[in-house]
């Protein structure tokens, strides 16, 4: 299996054979050129995690991807709110989609409290599997839920929702032995420095930087 971080929480899985996208945000751009996937996967429809305006230019270079969103965004578009991003299938908490060999499990339902006074919306984290690779967890904005059998963890740096002590319990529970930071635009050189030794130094799980978007064999 080999990963690409693309920017904040973009990341490129390729596993048994298939390209799988994850979280197309305004943040970051390395994706909009990305060609033979097979699928795409949004956590949530915060514009850093779901690029409307260019979302639709990528599926149309992908025409055979399957997109997979979090339950609340199909009615979204329905509503005429986001542009039109072309046949979208929701995945809830529960949920478990066949890509072939690739096994896609949705887990959590709800995005972390960012302020008592701001409405909470879904979120779901996803687990990609398959025979013989490693799991990959991706949680969108949320440490609520920390799934078993996780081997690669997409570990939120920073974020509004938030804190270096929650960030170091999520990763101790998901307990992955292997994992990269991700959401991290909003973080300097010296942050993300800063997040990255922290959690190496006071978890069990060896994480790695993969900014710039060079594959990582895992």
Known sequence: MHLQHLGHACVLVEMAGLRILFDPGNLSDAWRSLTDLDAVLVTHLHPDHLDDQQLPALLAANPSARVLVEPSIPGLVRDGKIAELGAITPIAAGDTVSLG????????????????????????????????????????????????????????????????????????????????????????????????????DMTETALVDLRGGRPQAF
């Not at 919306?121 to 690779?133: F, H, K, Q």
């Open 101 to 200: 060999p690739v096994t896609i499990s949705a887990v959590g339902g709800t995005h972390a409290e960012i302020h008592r006074d701001i409405p909470r919306i879904g979120n779901v984290g996803l687990l990609v599997s398959a025979e013989g690779e490693p799991t990959v967890f991706h949680p969108g904005d949320s440490y609520a839920t920390a799934p078993e059998g996780v081997d690669v963890l997409a570990m939120p740096a920073y974020g509004p929702w938030a804190a270096m002590k929650e960030t170091i319990d999520f990763v101790r529970a998901v307990a992955a032995p292997h994992g990269f930071p991700i959401h991290d635009e909003l973080l300097n050189d010296r942050g993300r420095a800063l997040v990255l030794g922290r959690v190496n």
